[in-house]
């Protein structure tokens, strides 16, 4: 199948109000590029130095996703043009995004990343540490934080799984409002749970691309 069938498929399954965000990591531009020209533009990178590269050779009305953790020390490369951040995971990167954000005389869109998995390895703020960045926002007017981002634990029990958004959902549903709208959760294993506990944004990429060889 090809990549735009493959995108078309999980389209038609989406409803109306959840976006798809195309993870495009490690893959070649011939690959995005086909997903463009069927009318796709969301697409999620994790690497600073691929997502530069892409952004430069690549059609300028892409929406870039910065999907992975960033490195303070890189979020400069990606200040000018990043459409939105998935994953800010410390006070310190906010810090850094507004630096950046002001120097190039524009907002950027961020999502906090709630740690909701099992894993150590996996970033992401507290529900607690969310709830008092909220209250800072007044020090980020070049922040737009416009909702949560996470990562279910990568785990075969679709129950685990299903706990886990549900739980990060009650949270989000006590924040949201018309400017802390989008949730994103759900990938190529666990999207269409993601989508029946209230995901607003997917992010797919091998289900899309195919497998990744590193
Ligand atoms: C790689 C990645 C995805 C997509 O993963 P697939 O399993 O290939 O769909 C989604 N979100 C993040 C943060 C990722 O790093």
Redesign the pocket.
């Known amino acids: 199948m090809s990549i735009t069938q493959r995108l078309t498929d999980i389209k038609e399954k989406l409803p109306e109000q959840v976006s798809l965000v195309a ?1 495009s ?1 490690t893959k070649p531009d011939t690959d995005i590029l086909e997903a463009y020209e069927s009318g796709h533009r969301d697409f ?1 990178e ?1 690497k600073v130095q691929d997502l530069t590269g892409k952004a430069e050779r690549l059609p300028k009305d892409i929406n870039w996703h910065y ?2 953790h960033l490195q303070t020390n890189k979020v400069k490369y990606i200040a000018p043009f990043v459409y939105l951040v ?2 800010v995971d410390s006070e310190k990167l906010l810090k850094m995004l507004q630096k950046e954000a002001a120097k190039n005389n524009r907002t950027i869109k961020c999502l906090l990343q709630a740690k909701i998995a099992k894993e150590e390895t996996k970033f992401g703020l507290s529900f607690s540490d969310i709830t008092d960045l909220l209250k800072k926002k007044d020090d980020y007017p070049n922040i737009k934080i416009v909702g949560l981002m996470a ?1 279910a634990t990568n785990s075969k029990s679709e129950e685990e799984v299903r706990a886990e958004f549900q739980g990060l959902n009650i949270f989000f549903e006590s924040l949201k409002d018309e400017d802390f709208s989008i949730l994103s959760i759900g ?3 666990d999207w269409p749970i993601a989508v029946e506990e209230g995901s607003s944004m997917i ?5 899309i691309f195919g497998p ?1 060889n590193y």
């Open positions: 993870v990591k999620g994790n999907i992975g998935h994953a990562m990938m190529s294993n992010r797919v990429g091998s289900s990744r």
